[in-house]
């Protein structure tokens, strides 16, 4: 089974932090996916990567920035924390051209 | 105009049923076809994906696809109360690497 795990289930900080949410897939997988999720807007990409070092912006990149240092771990970087950031974060992994995805379980992040 | 369309519900069927569940997409180059199910507060799961034309069933759910009419359909026998959640739709479009476009969900409700 792939497993894809999210660094903190809650979190909460304080407008301006800089935030870090990591992603960790256990199953080898080239392709890892941000995501935010609002109510009404459905899932959003933010940045995606498709190798080590690599990374492609996504719809919404203002405000994030990404890192990928090695093939199973994705950051997700909030440099300045503000309140329309607060969202649930997705994080997803896939395998080769069918991009069939899967998710970890989401980190609910609130900016206050 | 939304580039995957699906109507937001709640539709609401009563156990036993069939629920259908659809999905109609923009970019008539659009290869691959995935229908996801979320529970509220959890992350999306996999039901099923669907690359060509026709029907594709496992156990209880079947997807369509029409590529011609540009839908995808999710339908659910046997409806049960677990089966309540929203069904996400997501298509890969032509061109776009390994990103997915999602719809914004169709909440359903199986009654008693």
């Known amino acids: 089974d792939v497993k894809v795990t999210q660094s903190s289930r809650y979190l909460v900080k304080r407008t301006g932090e800089k935030v870090f949410l990591e992603c960790v897939q256990d199953m080898d997988h080239e392709n890892m996916f941000w995501y935010r999720q609002d109510p009404g807007l459905g899932l959003r990409l933010i940045y995606f990567?498709?190798?080590?070092?690599?990374?492609e912006k996504g719809d919404i990149p203002e405000g994030y920035s990404v890192s990928r240092e090695k093939k199973e771990r994705f950051s997700l970087i909030l440099e300045s924390a503000s309140t329309n950031q607060t969202s649930m974060y997705l994080c997803?992994?896939?395998?080769?051209?069918?991009?069939?995805?899967?998710f970890g379980p989401g980190t609910r992040l609130l900016v206050l | 105009q939304k580039e995957v369309e699906q109507n937001s519900g709640p539709l609401s069927v009563p156990e036993g049923a069939i629920a259908s569940l659809n999905c109609t997409y923009s970019?008539?180059?659009?290869?691959?076809f995935f229908w996801y199910r979320q529970y509220s507060g959890k992350s999306p799961e996999l039901i099923m994906s669907i690359y060509s034309n026709g029907d594709k069933e496992d156990g209880r759910f079947t997807a369509q696809l029409n590529k011609a009419s540009q839908y995808v359909s999710l339908l659910i026998r046997d409806s049960q109360p677990s089966d309540s959640a929203t069904y996400l739709c997501?298509?890969?479009?032509?061109?776009?690497?390994?990103?997915?476009?999602f719809g914004t969900g169709t909440r359903l409700q199986v009654t008693l």
């Open positions: 997803a992994s896939s395998l080769g051209w069918r991009e069939t995805q899967y």
């Open positions: 997501a298509v890969k479009a032509a061109g776009t690497a390994s990103k997915l476009t």
């Open positions: 990567s498709y190798d080590v070092k690599m990374k």
């Open positions: 970019d008539r180059g659009s290869q691959s």
